[in-house]
């Protein structure tokens, strides 16, 4: 049941919140847990408010006209994820709506450490693959000292629009960690990808551009850029700037953190629909 909710929107369910939110009378966790009670076990329930916690308590009125706090929300999301997760330990879809609650916060190392174990438990997720990568950028990002070798991964993204920008997002990773030999691999990877039959190919091709510079190839970049400049004529990006000015660009040491700087995880997300 919970897993329906969290990955695929089990409407019934959501619809029940909702109409719950739109009354002014008693704090909507226990008209919630009283309306659930009936119908779910008592692990369901706990996983249910977790996610309204973690979904809706920020956006909706609670009890007397009160809005709640967004820390507060994911706070309480994780206190009744927990309890679920006690019941169902090896639920990898109560984990990563901890790990959600995590990545929301902006706390990266914990959330890591959720998606890792909820891929741990299934590996051939490729939701899972994204979160554990997306967490592995942010960490180096905030040059956390961890191993991010399972991050990694790209086996498991089969379409090819996923397959690419997995590979991007490691690029980007392996970057900000100086992994300058996965740098490589990734920019392999992307290669083998046609950005102009992608979704938003503009941004499909900086990406690339941005992979072929941070891998060292400057060859490739100049040729690809001669495909590509057409296609990326509206993005805006440190490397392409220079690039359409003409100008000899500095040493990799130098544009490589404007370049990792300027991009974010999250502008691929609609791109990436599980």
């Given at each position: 049941m919970h897993t329906c909710l969290y990955s695929e929107q089990n409407e019934e369910v959501i619809d029940l919140i909702r109409r719950l939110m739109r009354t002014n009378q008693p704090p909507l966790t226990q008209r919630l847990i009283y309306a659930l009670k009936g119908l779910y076990p008592s692990e369901i329930v706990e996983y249910l408010l977790g996610?309204?916690?973690l979904e809706f308590a920020k956006a909706y009125v609670l009890g007397g006209g009160r809005y709640i706090e967004t820390?507060?929300?994911f706070r309480r999301a994780r206190r009744h994820l927990k309890r679920a997760l006690c019941a169902n330990p090896r639920d990898a879809e109560i984990?990563?709506?901890?790990g959600e609650s995590y990545d929301r916060?902006?706390?990266p190392l914990p959330a890591f450490d959720?998606?890792?174990?909820?891929?741990?438990?299934d590996p051939d997720n490729a939701r899972f693959v994204w979160n554990l990568m997306e967490q592995s950028y942010l960490l180096a990002r905030d040059e956390t000292v961890l191993s991010l070798d399972a991050a990694f991964r790209w086996e498991t993204c089969a379409d090819r629009a996923r397959y690419f920008w997995c590979g991007v997002l490691c690029a980007y990773s392996a970057a900000r960690l100086g992994e300058t030999e996965k740098v490589r691999q990734m920019a392999d990877r992307v290669l083998e990808s046609e950005t102009s039959e992608l979704p938003q190919p503009d941004l499909a091709a900086a990406c690339l551009l941005d992979v072929l510079f941070l891998a060292g190839r400057f060859d490739e970049l100049k040729q690809q850029h001669e495909r590509h400049a057409q296609d990326a004529a509206c993005v805006s990006s440190p490397l392409l700037i220079r690039m359409r000015e003409k100008k000899e660009c500095p040493p990799p040491e130098k544009l490589a953190p404007e370049?990792?700087?300027a991009f974010t995880p999250r502008r691929l997300l609609p791109h990436l629909a599980w």
């Open positions: 996610v309204y916690y820390k507060v929300s984990l990563t709506a901890i916060e902006r706390r959720c998606f890792e174990k909820a891929l741990a438990l370049i990792i700087a």
